[in-house]
């Protein structure tokens, strides 16, 4: 299984960049997912790293190092809607395509 | 594109009774996965189903079990209901082809309460 860790809230201001860290454990692995969920809505998919280095998708860009356990979900430019929980998740090397192992998420405030 | 969807979205019922919730997966989906997500374990795998049958279960009671159609549609059923077992229920789907599958997209949820 895995260990999936990332801090619990971070505060910042409209149009600042943050940085939301994630640290995994796990026996194989075989892709990290971000996603973003706002307060009583699904969550919804932000983006998919299964090589090392940084994917780049608008205001947001992911990034993955195998070898250290580590990802970062980067948001720039940030607006008051980016106000959500970030939520990573992981996919075991041994699981099935549809297991996904999620943290407790990142509960970011956006603040004027 | 529709979306996933769930239905019914909220629902209220008494310990003891079952339920079971409903989830139609984007078109041309055929991997259906369920979560539990409570605000004190956060988002848990349940099972996950691809051409009706069940590839994967989480770490739950077999209470929990599930389905899939030959449509790829997917209904879960708790048995026995607990106070416990009030959460928000997912259902995500994603697309396979051949042996690569890809991100998983969230329904809506069914929010049920047990009383």
């Known amino acids: 299984g895995q260990n999936i860790d990332q801090p619990t809230e971070m505060t910042a201001t409209e149009g600042a960049i943050v940085q939301i860290n994630c640290t995994y454990q796990t026996s194989g692995f075989n892709g990290l997912f971000w996603y973003q969920q706002h307060a009583g809505e699904a969550p919804t998919f932000l983006s998919y790293n299964v090589l090392d280095g940084l994917e780049e998708k608008g205001r947001f860009s992911s990034f993955l190092s195998r070898s250290k356990g580590y990802s970062y979900l980067l948001l720039k430019e940030l607006q008051m809607k980016d106000s959500a929980s970030y939520l990573c998740?992981?996919?075991?090397?041994?699981?099935?395509?549809?297991?996904?192992?999620f943290g407790a998420g990142t509960q970011v405030v956006v603040t004027p | 594109k529709a979306g996933v969807t769930q239905t019914p979205r909220y629902l209220i019922k008494t310990r003891g009774q079952q339920v079971t919730l409903s989830c139609s997966p984007i078109?041309?989906?055929?991997?259906v996965s369920w979560y539990q997500q409570t605000p004190g374990q956060g988002l848990q795998f349940l099972f996950e189903y691809f051409s009706e049958t069940q590839r994967n279960k989480g770490n739950f009671p077999g209470r929990f079990s599930g389905r899939q159609f030959s449509n790829s549609r997917s209904e879960m059923n708790v048995s026995t209901l607990e106070l416990g077992d009030s959460a928000l229920y997912l259902c995500?789907?994603?697309?396979?082809?051949?042996?690569?599958?890809?991100?998983?997209?969230f329904g809506p949820g069914t929010r049920l309460t047990v009383t």
């Open positions: 998740a992981v996919r075991d090397k041994g699981d099935s395509w549809g297991k996904l192992q």
């Open positions: 995500a789907s994603s697309l396979v082809l051949g042996e690569s599958s890809y991100e998983q997209y």
């Open positions: 078109s041309g989906h055929r991997s």
